[in-house]
């Protein structure tokens, strides 16, 4: 009952929701820094100043990984650490911070999955629009290529975007996180943007790389509230905006007619070209899964989000989300029949819960963080039963951490952090996943 021998054990982490530090060695200010210093955007006027001060703290952090047993860890890197402006001069001390990271991950005997955008995009460049601007593709593969070249080789997994569909519905649609726009003629021209600098870094890597880079999408399956047409039709539309937008391009080289239906007047026009550009061949697919959407009939009202009843004696967590299960293999098993089966890591997957407060003796009693991690792993090894290609799984996060515009409110972390003193104390969901680890997921059929 174990997992296939070679997969990949690990966790996951997002440089402005753990480092600190922000500004220190010379390193430009980011979106999300100054999302988070203006007043009423973040819950409790938190921001990323100290956060789990891992830019300092990462040796012992290294250390709790090795208790974990980690196989694998996946961080991000700050661009405005290694370019202050975005482009131009590079910041040779942003580059060292994370050469040395990864030089003791792989002292500890822990392969680093790095991820090049986990939506802090350098303040100097939203002040020249941001993935507005159409130049924006370049920047990131100016970016992406200098990064590669002093870490390829040592890092041999590459991500280049996490979750375009958050960095456009929640920063230019939504305006809940940064930059903080609200504007439906935005939203599509920042997906096509971010696509275009996802394919342009991944050619720029066939150039100078020589192991393997992905892309990490947010999937959500999408369920009818009923059998009603009305309800099937805003389901497609759900589907489409957000677990298509992204995959259809990179996949299939086009988008969903359903999607530029939905845009109406506000999809923008692009020369065919780019679709190519797109859809340049990735070694993986990462797929952050936390939840599923059930769909009532919007009326045709995107983009304001579709209605989400609640569902009788279902669990939800701190964030508000239900947790279903079942949702991952149906998503794992959509991807395999329609994007021909590519390889897949979970790059992401937990929950937040209202955690009890560390015991005497250093210890969090999370079972109900347990509970969810070992549903989910348990419908992965079921996935793979049914075919899909699935080669690994981290958990987010390894740390509690600056949860975006939750601010510190939300724990996700196998690691509770206690943001007084910074200490750290493994949860008990965390001592479980060391188990998990170990045993290669054979555990998870021996509890009952
Ligand atoms: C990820 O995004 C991020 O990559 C990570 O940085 C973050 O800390 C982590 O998840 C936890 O939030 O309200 O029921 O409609 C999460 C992507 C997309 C998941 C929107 C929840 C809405 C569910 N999210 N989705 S619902």
């Not at 973040?42 to 047993?69: K, Q, S």
């Not at 550009?277 to 579709?306: M, Q, S, W």
């Not at 991690?373 to 793979?384: F, K, P």
Request: hydrophobic share 40%.
């Amino acid at each position: 009952m174990a997992f296939p021998d070679g997969f990949l054990w690990g966790a996951a982490t997002a440089a402005y929701q753990i480092e600190g530090s922000p500004l220190a060695d010379g390193a430009g200010a980011s979106i999300w820094h100054r999302f988070c210093h203006t007043p009423g955007l973040v819950h409790g006027g938190d921001t990323g100043d100290v956060a789990c001060d891992h830019y300092r703290r990462w040796p012992e952090d290294i250390a709790l990984m090795r208790r974990l047993g980690l196989q694998s860890y996946r961080f991000s890197i700050a661009w405005g650490r290694v370019l202050p402006q975005g482009t131009g001069t590079a910041n040779s001390a942003g580059l060292d911070f994370y050469e040395r990271l990864v030089d003791q991950l792989l002292e500890a005997g822990i392969a680093p999955n790095a991820t090049l955008y986990h939506w802090d995009l350098p303040a100097a460049l939203d002040d020249r629009g941001g993935w507005l601007n159409r130049d924006s593709a370049d920047w990131f593969a100016e970016y992406a290529d200098l990064v590669f070249r002093r870490l390829d080789g040592r890092v041999k997994m590459w991500t280049t975007l996490n979750e375009p569909w958050v960095v456009m519905d929640g920063g230019y649609l939504s305006g809940a996180l940064a930059p903080g726009h609200r504007n439906l003629f935005e939203a599509p021209i920042v997906a096509h943007n971010l696509l275009r600098a996802h394919g342009k870094a991944v050619q720029a890597y066939r150039a100078s790389g020589a192991h393997r880079i992905g892309l990490v999408v947010n999937l959500e399956p999408k369920y009818p509230a009923s059998d009603a047409p009305q309800d099937r039709v805003a389901t497609r539309r759900a589907h489409a905006y957000m677990n298509r937008h992204f995959m259809d391009p990179v996949f299939r080289g086009r988008y969903d007619a359903v999607l530029v239906r939905m845009f109406g007047a506000a999809w923008p026009a692009f020369p065919a070209s780019d679709l190519d550009l797109i859809r340049t061949p990735i070694d993986f697919l990462g797929i952050n899964y936390y939840t599923r959407n059930v769909v009532r009939d919007d009326a045709g009202r995107f983009p304001l989000p579709v209605e989400r009843p609640v569902q009788r004696g279902a669990t939800y967590t701190e964030t508000g989300w239900e947790v279903f299960p079942q949702g991952l293999l149906d998503t794992l098993n959509w991807v395999r029949t329609r994007y021909g089966n590519p390889p897949v890591y979970i790059t992401e997957n937990g929950a937040a819960f209202d955690d009890p407060p560390v015991a005497q003796g250093g210890a969090v009693h999370d079972a109900l963080r347990t509970d969810y991690l070992r549903q989910h792993l348990r419908v992965l090894h079921r996935a793979i039963a049914e075919g899909c290609d699935l080669r690994g799984y981290y958990a987010w996060s390894l740390l509690d951490n600056l949860e975006w515009a939750h601010g510190y409110s939300k724990r996700f972390g196998l690691v509770h952090v206690d943001y007084r003193n910074q200490r750290r104390t493994l949860k008990d969901s965390g001592a479980w996943y060391a188990r998990v680890i170990a045993s290669n997921g054979q555990c998870l059929f021996d509890e009952e």
